[in-house]
């Protein structure tokens, strides 16, 4: 598969402090082929309200153009890392900063694998990432991630259980400042790249979005996926008392 355009952009805040941006689509969807993805395999409410899949992210050209990033990797992912790697070999990217994903996550191993051989052939060139693949991380990346390459885990996810704050590097969606300086966690508002160069406890203020912030309803994103994770167990486990107190089949 050919692409002719260049894979990283800048948006307006992420030029402001050198950082270039790889997408792919928010969370799930169906391709122009008819072909269905979910590149944030591990999403749990964030996927309620995800900046991503609002505003510009949603316009034609910019959904077309993270759906071709898709098709690359999926279709053709030795193609697109020798391009990637074409791509960041250009001088203006030595000592730089790549974020990857300002939409979508490590939705494979394969996946999660590119990036990282990316990383350790570029040496001179910095890579961070938000997510919320955990167990892929703690098995692919933890054992011995680059030196260039740094992640925040954060939470909304489906594995927020597997988070260890006092030892993880977390960021946590709240209501407003306001709430992240009341909780003592640092705020990464001033500059993206304090979520992985500040201190280990990052507060991401909400997107301003008013039918968001409804749904968030002044919880933190940690705290609504608890509540949902608590109400699926007591389902879980209703279903469980159900089916042990129901009466055997009488035989025929």
Known sequence: MLMSARLLTQNREMRQIGV??????????????????????????CAQVCYARHGTYTWPIVRAKHEANLMYVVDDLPGWQSAMLAELSA??????????????????????????????????TNFYAYTKEIARFRVLVEP????????????????????????DRVADVFPDEEAIAAAGWTSQEASDLLAVLGPRLVGVPANRIPFYL??????????????????????RRLRLVADNTRPPAQAA
């Open 91 to 124: 001088p203006k990217f030595r000592g730089g900063w790549i974020r990857i994903h300002d939409s979508g996550d490590f939705f494979s191993d394969l996946y999660l694998q590119a990036w990282l051989d990316i990383c350790r052939a570029l040496p001179d």
């Open 20 to 45: 270039w941006n790889w997408s792919l689509p928010a969370w799930a969807g169906r391709l122009p082929d008819g072909r269905t993805y979910n590149t944030c395999p591990s999403a749990g409410i």
């Open 214 to 235: 409804k749904r968030l309803a002044g919880r933190r994103f940690s705290e609504w996926q608890a509540e949902v994770d608590a109400e699926r167990t007591s389902r």
């Open 144 to 167: 011995d991630p680059p030196p260039n390459f740094l992640w925040v885990y954060s939470y909304g996810g489906t594995q927020d259980a597997a988070l260890d704050p006092a030892v």
